[in-house]
């Protein structure tokens, strides 16, 4: 399974910043099983609480726009899926 957008994100601004995901629990208060969930993509990071989320921009020092992303981020990768192969031979399956 491939990780959100959200998750996606969390991950790069967590490398840039030099942070190991022990770190950045540590920092944020955010269980580290909670952060490989949703940077592995197992958990869904549009599922987070905005608490949680607010912990996380805190830690990280990003507005939570930065974490979220735009819509039109979120409308590219969805494009991105859509021509995924995988996608596309779903996509004229009935289930």
């Known amino acids: 399974m491939q990780p959100d957008s959200i998750g996606k994100r969390l991950k790069e601004l967590r490398e840039k910043r030099g942070l190991t995901v022990r770190a950045l629990s540590a920092l944020s208060g955010v269980p580290q099983s909670t952060l490989s969930l949703v940077e592995n993509g197992k958990r869904p990071g549009?599922?987070?609480?905005?608490?949680?989320?607010?912990?996380?921009?805190?830690?990280?020092?990003?507005?939570?726009?930065?974490?979220?992303?735009?819509?039109?981020?979120?409308?590219?990768?969805?494009?991105?899926?859509?021509?995924?192969?995988?996608?596309?031979?779903?996509?004229?399956?009935?289930?």
């Open 46 to 95: 549009a599922g987070l609480s905005l608490d949680t989320a607010k912990k996380l921009c805190w830690a990280l020092g990003v507005g939570i726009g930065e974490l979220a992303g735009s819509m039109a981020d979120d409308r590219r990768e969805q494009e991105e899926n859509d021509s995924c192969p995988t996608a596309l031979a779903l996509a004229g399956t009935e289930f």
